[in-house]
């Protein structure tokens, strides 16, 4: 109450009514700790700049976005964007190049990249925003591709991380990094025997493609208290070879096999000079395309459902999910036209390209596991050996196949014939598609019965033998 030369003789009433009106004016800061979307505020902060409602927002002199009520700041330091904010000077340059290095593929690339930046909007009303899988060749241009999406988003130098070389906190600390952006996986392909040495498996990924954690882990107050942040990206994985793992992973995913037959000297031409273009000259890109939300969601909701029902009308899409995905990055391609300005060849190849890619997803998960697929092709080769009789085949004639898998393996080994291991076999056999399996069983067989009758000196054979049994479904084989 007393100061040098000063001295406080209001009541303690007028003090506090004096101290309200100064306190009042202090903002409460929110703080988010990843870079991009932020659904609960509906503002996208990406470090130096936010975006909220098609407004383009800076950081003030106290550090933080100054947004009507809201005052809000990331603290994460992880995902460093570069961003160019001369949205109306925004180049375009690039699109023609993009087009003639990858053509209508990298289009499709494309609107996925333009997609994932609405992921969240998106999952909100449709539950769910695929994954892409970019492989190929090697030299096939997909690092190019992936660096030059980046730069179109900020990002200099980087193209993923490398989930096998990750522990799992690391994978769960790069999932939860970014909103609305894309979490690249590179070069996962070590095989499964790699992948389950090093804890990494396909199927953690299956939440996130519902916006759901990847990762819960327990918190270190000694109650029941689990943090599980949310996935709030895209998924792309890039690697050589296509990903082997569960129908349910495989549905989620738009692939695009990239390869080296189209490449000429003009399309080398194109892909160096988007390896040159400077991120400065092209990140505005990412400012341009959230500014236009309102305008490019209102387009993709009108245009998802009619794509998703020209697909399912295609007698070669069976699968809603399928149908579903390729869908939403043909709205997608749509809704792009709001800020790039492609023209309607691009467009119309842009489609097709998704269109087929549908088809091709559905075969892909139509078709049996490789490993069930080498087994059926070294049982035909084996059992076409002889015309008289039946080699592996157990059964006696009912339109079934019963194959003991010993027996098999045995003949197999007796020919140099490869055949898969019996725990993979035991694994996968009953996905079998070409065949489709019905019991693992005791077989009356018919091959013990034949020896038993031709070889009277041998020790007989058991009546009855133990048989993966399945229907004969497939024409000319024998029962």
């Not at 800076?58 to 330091?77: A, H, P, V, Y």
């Not at 699109?95 to 998106?122: C, D, M, T, V």
């Not at 993923?160 to 690391?170: E, R, V």
Request: hydrophobic share 40%.
């Amino acid at each position: 109450g007393v100061a040098p030369g000063a001295m406080y003789t209001g009541s303690g009433h007028q003090l506090d009514g004096y101290l309200a009106r100064q306190l009042a004016r202090i903002p409460t800061v929110q703080t988010i700790d990843f870079v991009g979307y932020t659904k609960e505020h509906g503002c996208y902060v990406y470090g130096d700049v936010a975006v909220k409602g098609g407004k383009l927002f800076r950081l003030n002199d106290e550090d933080f976005f100054d947004i009507g009520k809201l005052s809000i700041k990331t603290i994460s330091q992880a995902a460093t964007l570069s961003l160019s904010t001369d949205v109306q000077g925004m180049q375009t340059t690039w699109l023609p190049l993009l087009w003639q290095a990858f053509g209508a593929k990298g289009l499709a690339a494309l609107a996925f990249w333009f997609g994932s930046l609405f992921s969240e909007q998106i999952r909100q009303e449709h539950k769910s925003y695929p994954f892409l899988e970019l492989v190929g060749e090697p030299g096939a241009g997909k690092t190019t591709l992936i660096e030059f999406l980046w730069k179109l988003c900020g990002r200099r130098d980087y193209e993923g991380f490398d989930p096998s070389k990750s522990s799992l906190a690391a994978r769960a600390r790069n999932f939860a990094q970014v909103a609305n952006l894309p979490v690249v996986l590179i070069e996962g392909d070590r095989g499964d025997e790699g992948a389950k040495q090093r804890g990494f498996d396909w199927d953690e990924l299956k939440t996130a493609y519902n916006g759901r954690s990847t990762r819960a882990r327990g918190m270190k107050n000694g109650g029941n208290e689990t943090y599980e942040p949310p996935f709030r990206g895209a998924i792309v994985i890039s690697q050589n070879a296509e990903v082997s793992a569960s129908d349910a992973v495989l549905q989620r995913i738009v692939h695009i096999y990239c390869d080296r037959s189209a490449q000429t000297p003009a399309t080398r031409a194109a892909a160096e000079a988007l390896e040159r273009i400077p991120v400065e000259d092209v990140s505005a890109f990412l400012l341009a395309t959230v500014m236009a939300e309102s305008k490019v969601l209102e387009t993709f909701a009108a245009r998802v459902g009619v794509h998703e029902q020209a697909l399912m009308a295609r007698p070669d899409i069976k699968t809603v999910r399928i149908a579903k995905n390729h869908a939403q990055i043909m709205a997608m391609v749509d809704s792009m036209r709001h800020v790039l300005p492609l023209t309607d060849e691009q467009h119309a190849a842009a489609l097709d390209e998704l269109g087929r890619m549908a088809a091709a997803r559905q075969q892909a998960i139509s078709a049996d596991h490789k490993h069930v697929q080498q087994f059926w092709e070294v049982y035909e080769y084996i059992e076409s050996a002889d015309d008289d009789r039946p080699i592996l085949n157990h059964a006696r004639g009912d339109g079934l196949i019963a194959i003991n898998l010993q027996h098999m393996e045995q003949v197999a080994g007796e020919r140099r014939i490869e055949l898969p291991p019996i725990a993979d076999l035991k694994r996968v056999l009953k996905t079998s598609r070409q065949r489709k399996f019905v019991d693992i069983r005791a077989v009356n067989s018919a091959i013990n019965a034949h020896f038993n009758r031709e070889y009277l000196t041998q020790p007989k054979r058991p009546e009855t033998v133990k048989c993966w049994v399945f229907e004969c479904n497939t024409k000319g084989a024998k029962t």
